[in-house]
């Protein structure tokens, strides 16, 4: 199947797009280390935010992205997801 038609949900604004239009942060399972995009052989507890500056501070006003990967606030994440979307 090809990549462009496998679709996600932003876990900030709900609206379902292209996983190509969103960033994905995995939380592996076994470690609890934490990864911005990584690769596919990377597996665990996933979630996406659009590529937007919005969608960023919500997930993170909201405490969303932290409640669903099941860590505490962390800002050297932050800071991972904020390189991402200034690319």
Request: glycine share 4%.
């Amino acid at each position: 199947m090809p990549e462009e038609n496998v679709y996600r949900k932003c876990i900030s604004c709900n609206q379902i797009k292209s996983r190509n239009h969103l960033i994905k942060i995995t939380k592996n399972k076994s470690t609890g280390e934490i990864k911005v995009n990584p690769d596919s052989k990377f597996f665990g507890r996933s979630i996406y935010i659009c590529k937007n500056e919005e969608c960023f501070n919500n997930a993170f006003k909201k405490g969303k992205l932290f409640k669903i990967l099941h860590t505490s606030n962390d800002d050297i994440l932050k800071e991972k997801i904020r390189a991402v979307l200034k690319k």
